[in-house]
């Protein structure tokens, strides 16, 4: 199925008026937000546009469509094929994960019970996050991740929108497939939270490579630990570390001989160095390589991302800018 | 000759008083299958929390017959194709299904999806385990009724028979 077809699939058929609009602007089409009584609004290439009734793409705003509370509760079922249920766990997380890899970001009224959401009701507010895939966005970097053909431990540290996450997916394709400067390897994906694997009722969406498995939905910790258990992987890929426990199944890992691929939010590396708990994991040098993303605007103005490499020592090894 | 044709007769009347007894009797196994499909799909969303999509297609695996044909393409048209809501495409295939049930039977099943969106489970499934219940009841009637229906539809025909052989001598 076509990406278009995928969104175009989310929306009942009184919403066919956006069909041509998703289809004519799919390949720059970030986001789809929809808010009760606002406007409906596409975020395509960072850029903000409306759909009025006709199903034109439109920046005026009083043109816009307005979606209304019984539009957006049939949108939402429909997503949910009608089964809110099978999705209450992601629900209370406030994503969960469609045909495709897109995410599906939900809010609404927080039901608690004893600190811990159980429910949420009402809901209000849908953004719909299209998956990009970009192959081969990390064949450049492969060189500096391997020494002696063995994979070296590896952190991404960006800021949130850098693209750590479809960085690592490539990279963790590109160890699992295998490449001119290794063999492949067994890998496996904790993706805590759907967005590496994009996986749909178990199934990977976004193409992780030949070699791996994926934990999905399973807390970094506990998934670590379950997969030296169970999968005995060469390499484990980790998406977001934060929490200090994610840091100590890591060692753990590390200690068992098990690679290590993962991103960290950051600035650069000295966010990394002074952050108390990944400075803690790094002292311990559980990493040895240490990729830096971010982004900048060049000579022409145009925005550019920045990839600088860094080995064990923090010392500079490599760096790159891509439009 | 004409004896011939008298009993060309009674035997045509005689053999559609036991087709529609024998109808009457796959009508009960035909709601059997139907509650059959209801508790698969009750399981399969109790125990797995599958989607009902999901819960129709592993339901049509289950089951044989044109259910299974009906089932599948419900559920390849809800997760395949654009727009109609579960509750059309489910109505829509439903009535277009050849299987044989009483018209209030079939109404019910029909309507089973005409509540859906619920948060928990549960609900979904005491939604379905209702209609359940329903059903049955009927079946319990139908049950009831077999032995003197069928009776009933095979000598009022052999009867309206002999009825029309007297009305032609």
């Not at chain 1, 791996?212 to 258990?229: E, H, Q």
């Not at chain 1, 830096?292 to 103005?301: A, I, P, R």
């Not at chain 2, 089951?63 to 299974?68: C, R, Y």
Request: with cysteine; charged share 25%; hydrophobic share 40%.
């Amino acid at each position: 199925m076509k990406k278009a077809e995928q969104i175009q699939i989310l929306f009942p058929t009184h919403f066919q008026f956006l069909y041509d609009a998703v289809e004519s602007v799919i390949d720059g089409l970030q986001e789809i937000r929809i808010r009760v009584n606002c406007p409906l609004i596409f975020v395509v290439q960072k850029n903000e546009y409306f759909i009025d009734v006709r199903g034109n793409i439109t920046s005026d705003f009083q043109k816009a469509f307005i979606m209304k509370k019984a539009d957006l509760e049939s949108v939402f079922n429909h997503i949910c094929q009608y089964s809110p249920y099978a999705y209450d766990n992601q629900i209370c997380q406030g994503y969960f994960t469609v045909a495709g890899g897109h995410r599906i970001g939900v809010c609404g009224q927080v039901v608690l019970d004893s600190q811990t959401i159980t429910l949420m009701k009402q809901i209000c507010f849908i953004n719909i996050r299209v998956s990009h895939e970009i192959r081969g966005i990390g064949d450049s970097l492969m060189p500096f991740l391997y020494q002696n053909g063995g994979f070296e431990n590896t952190l991404i540290i960006s800021p949130p929108g850098g693209g750590k996450t479809t960085l690592l997916r490539d990279l963790a394709k590109n160890i699992s497939d295998g490449n001119r400067y290794a063999k492949g390897k067994q890998i496996c994906i904790i993706d805590e939270r759907s967005e590496v694997a994009g996986c749909y009722m178990g199934v990977p969406q976004n193409d992780v490579g030949m070699r791996t498995d994926v934990l999905d939905g399973c807390p970094k910790a506990i998934g670590m630990m379950m997969a030296i258990r169970a999968m005995g992987p060469e390499v484990i890929v980790v998406d977001e570390l934060g929490l200090e426990k994610d840091f100590k199944a890591l060692e753990l890992a590390s200690v068992c001989g098990i690679k290590i691929l993962a991103t960290a939010h950051g600035k650069g590396l000295e966010d990394i160095l002074t952050d108390c708990n990944q400075n803690n994991e790094i002292e311990r040098k559980v990493f040895e390589r240490f990729i830096v993303l971010s982004w900048k605007k060049n000579m022409q103005g145009e925005k550019v991302q920045e990839w600088k490499i860094y080995d064990k020592q923090k010392k500079l090894i490599a760096e790159e800018e891509r439009i | 000759m004409i004896w011939i044709g008298r009993s060309i007769v009674i035997m045509a009347c005689v053999i559609l008083g036991w087709n529609m007894s024998y109808e009457y009797e796959m009508a009960i196994i035909n709601i059997r299958q139907l509650m059959q499909i209801l508790e698969y799909m009750m399981n399969h969303i109790q125990t797995e929390k599958d989607t009902i999509p999901d819960a129709i297609k592993k339901t049509s695996r289950q089951i044989k017959g044109e259910m299974s044909n009906v089932l599948e393409k419900i559920a390849e048209e809800i997760l395949y194709e654009h727009g109609d809501s579960l509750c059309a495409i489910w109505k829509e295939q439903m009535s277009d299904t050849l299987i044989k049930v009483p018209k209030d039977m079939m109404e019910i099943f029909v309507n089973v999806f005409d509540h859906v969106g619920y948060y928990d489970s549960k609900e979904q499934v005491s939604r379905l385990s209702q209609v359940h219940m329903e059903m049955e009841k009927h079946l319990e009637t139908l049950e009831k009724q077999k032995n003197d229906k069928c009776r009933l539809l095979k000598s009022m025909w052999m009867l309206g028979g002999i009825f029309v052989v007297i009305l032609l001598w």
